[in-house]
């Protein structure tokens, strides 16, 4: 097997940080993908919410070559247009008034946390600095960003921790309410926790969440890093519960598979940074902005009505395949509960080795297919996982 040789050299000399399915991907058009033996697979994946328009769509692919064959980066020092259109583009769709970027979600989520943390300094001295966020979320692998996620297993082996961060159980407002304190500057949540097994917050549980942020000035960080770009059938999720951020973090689907993020800055910390406060050397990147700009056109109203229309076919039929105890999440977010003893890791392996590429979300088996899949791509995917459920119905 071709792939062999692959395999062989991975473990010889890459870090074992991942623990990687069977298989050594090739290339791939839309929502199928090939190995290096020819072997057919269905993505309901999208390279972890990142390949938004599938893999190698011919529209972002000749924005990114066009603009790659003329300027593939320039520092920060200079004016480029690709980054200021994405930003243009981000700001008039969210009712952010500025943007800055990023090169991933954890460096979006540190940046956030700057910006927070800087405006407990300008608005009271340094007395607020304290970041809430809840149980079982998500936001990050650099050292602050695992400690803002609110899960213990990711809180060891690496210390010591940044201090100012605590952690409210989600949906329970009380909680929160007991843990926000004088000291308390942001609030930083997912609408949809991805990785915590695509848990949605509340609408009820949101929305009093926004009016007690306002209330006290404490700013409201939505991670979007996941959920944003379409993903949940509208450009944010948050638009879901009419509430307005102080605060939006992206990356995974923004860049269709370029590393980008972004921090979007709502009214009250438009003016937070300045000169010298932050920068990255590649944040920005042109040609990273210009697959976003591909990928925010493509996203109009009639996409978004697809991703949930798509999204709702799914529900509909995984709820009635065997072994399925419930599927939660919006539009092309799916995180699916099995039957008692079934493994979400063992379901995935099997679907694998029957040609479709599902993930995993602690329990649950998670879908991210790319938001442009077709809807034989769709059904082809779906028959793999009804036969691979089937074979455990008894
Ligand atoms: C994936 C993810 C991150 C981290 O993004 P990276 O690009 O891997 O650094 C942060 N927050 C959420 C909600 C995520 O899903």
Request: proline content about 5%; overall charge negative.
């Given at each position: 097997m071709k792939g062999d040789t692959v395999k062989a050299a991975d473990k010889q000399y890459l870090a074992p940080i991942y623990n990687r399915f069977d298989a050594v991907l090739d290339h791939g058009k839309g929502a199928t993908c090939y190995d290096m033996d020819g072997k057919e697979y269905i993505d309901f994946t999208a390279g972890i919410g990142v390949n938004s328009l599938g893999f190698c769509d011919d529209g972002w692919v000749k924005a990114v070559t066009e603009q790659l064959s003329k300027l593939q980066h320039t520092s920060n020092l200079y004016y480029t247009q690709p980054d200021t259109q994405v930003?243009?583009?981000?700001?008039?769709?969210?009712?952010?008034?500025?943007?800055?970027?990023?090169?991933?979600?954890a460096e979006a989520n540190e940046g956030a946390i700057k910006v927070a943390r800087k405006y407990g300094v300008d608005r009271y001295e340094g007395r607020r600095n304290k970041i809430i966020t809840l149980v079982n979320s998500f936001h990050g692998r650099t050292i602050t960003t695992l400690t803002a996620t609110g899960q213990e297993g990711f809180h060891k082996?690496?210390?010591?921790?940044?201090?100012?961060?605590?952690?409210?159980?989600?949906?329970?407002?009380?909680?929160?309410?007991?843990?926000?304190?004088?000291?308390?500057?942001?609030?930083?949540?997912?609408?949809?926790?991805?990785?915590?097994?695509?848990?949605?917050?509340?609408?009820?549980?949101?929305?009093?969440?926004?009016s007690f942020c306002k209330e006290r000035d404490i700013l409201l960080i939505v991670d979007e890093v996941q959920t944003g770009i379409g993903r949940t059938g509208k450009l944010f999720s948050y638009e879901y519960f009419g509430i307005q951020p102080d605060i939006v973090t992206l990356a995974?689907?923004?860049?269709?598979?370029?590393?980008?993020?972004?921090?979007?800055?709502?009214?009250?910390?438009?003016?937070?940074?300045?000169?010298?406060?932050?920068?990255?050397?590649?944040?920005?990147?042109?040609?990273?902005?210009?697959?976003?700009?591909?990928?925010?056109?493509?996203i109009d109203e009639a996409f978004l009505d697809e991703v949930r229309q798509k999204g709702i076919y799914i529900t509909d039929r995984v709820r009635k395949m065997p072994c399925v105890t419930g599927v939660t999440g919006r539009g092309l977010m799916l995180g699916v509960s099995l039957k008692e003893g079934l493994t979400s890791g063992q379901i995935v392996k099997e679907a694998l080795e029957a040609g479709l590429m599902l993930l995993?979300?602690?329990?649950?088996?998670?879908?991210?297919?790319?938001?442009t899949i077709s809807d034989e791509e769709i059904n082809k995917g779906l028959d793999i996982l009804e036969k691979v459920l089937s074979a455990h119905n008894q």
């Open positions: 930003g243009q583009i981000l700001c008039q769709r969210s009712g952010m008034e500025k943007v800055f970027f990023a090169n991933s979600g082996n690496f210390g010591p921790f940044p201090q100012g961060f605590d952690y409210a159980i989600a949906g329970d407002m009380e909680d929160l309410k007991n843990k926000a304190d004088d000291a308390t500057v942001a609030v930083m949540a997912e609408m949809i926790q991805g990785e915590g097994g695509v848990v949605p917050l509340q609408e009820s549980y949101v929305k009093e969440l926004a995974k689907g923004l860049g269709g598979g370029l590393p980008i993020g972004a921090v979007l800055l709502g009214g009250k910390v438009a003016d937070t940074l300045h000169y010298s406060d932050h920068g990255s050397t590649f944040g920005g990147n042109p040609v990273a902005c210009a697959g976003a700009v591909e990928i925010l056109k493509r995993t979300a602690k329990a649950k088996v998670r879908m991210l297919p790319p938001l």
